[in-house]
């Protein structure tokens, strides 16, 4: 069946909260009003299970007022949920398969035993510049699989929040180096880029002020990188955030995005999205 004709679901799925939005199939498509839940996290065992069960009651509330059967639907993953390593070039792999090995290999170095529980991939870009890996809990992968089905729709799709984000606003990056930092409630997500190659990534809880932790990574990821410019340029993904004030500081220079020319993707989180609790 052509996408014209089946309609699309766009999911982002962070702790304690979900936003949607559907496009109406057909020739010129319509896009529903945003749907966001966001409520506090409850105790679980499975960190990701509560945001489970609010996408399952948003899905059969969507269903109810207008079936969702034949829809794609592609899932945006908090940071939270995502374990990413830079996997270094590697001139001598040539077969997408043996990259995807090694990456695999890589993950296990970084983060131990726990790989074998998870389901890794890669980000596009031949294995001699270098390339991200990413990895979630195959649990949550076929979690997700399962509530599909149970409403017959064909997940089309599972892409960490950093990738989306990154590829969104790519574009109109024209620097040799720069940082790119996703922010959300409760984490930052760093990376650094030199001559279009991804040369790091740290992926970490915030435990105190956002402030202090994003200049203090900052500082030890440019320690780590081996090499300082005069002026460091920092993008800042950080939708739910928009009263971020940062002071003023002579060797580091914010951008903040989402920008006039490049907006967040409708599903993105913020803080002016129509919000919905769920018992």
Not at 118 to 143: C, F, H, N, T
Not at 205 to 221: C, G, I, M, P
Request: glycine residues 4%.
């Amino acid at each position: 069946m052509s996408r014209l004709w089946r309609d699309q679901i766009q999911i982002f799925f962070a702790p304690g909260r979900v936003d949607m939005v559907r496009t109406f199939r057909g020739i010129k498509p319509k896009q529903s009003p945003k749907i966001a839940t966001n409520s506090v996290s409850q105790q679980d065992a499975v960190a990701w299970n509560a945001t489970l069960r609010q996408l399952e009651q948003m899905v059969e509330m969507e269903n109810a007022s207008s079936s969702l059967a034949g829809a794609e639907m592609s899932v945006t993953l908090s940071n939270h949920f995502v374990r990413y390593a830079v996997v270094p070039p590697q001139p001598e792999i040539t077969e997408p398969a043996e990259l995807l090995a090694f990456a695999h290999f890589h993950m296990r170095e970084v983060y131990g035993e726990r790989v074998e529980n998870w389901m890794v991939s890669l980000s596009e870009g031949g294995p001699d510049k270098g390339v991200v890996s990413a990895a979630i809990e195959r649990d949550l992968y076929q979690a997700l699989e399962a509530l599909s089905l149970r409403h017959r729709i064909k997940l089309k799709q599972i892409e960490p929040y950093l990738t989306v984000a990154f590829d969104q606003w790519c574009t109109s990056f024209d620097d040799k180096r720069l940082w790119f930092v996703v922010i959300e409630p409760g984490r930052l997500c760093i990376v650094l880029i030199s001559n279009g190659n991804w040369q790091s990534i740290r992926n970490q809880r915030v435990v105190r002020t956002l402030e202090d932790e994003l200049f203090a990574s900052l500082e030890q990821e440019v320690i780590l990188s081996g090499h300082r410019e005069p002026v460091e340029r920092v993008y800042l993904c950080a939708p739910e955030h928009a009263n971020l004030a940062l002071p003023a500081d002579r060797e580091w220079q914010f951008v903040f995005l989402p920008n006039s020319k490049i907006p967040a993707p409708r599903h993105f989180p913020s803080i002016l999205a129509r919000r919905t609790d769920y018992a």
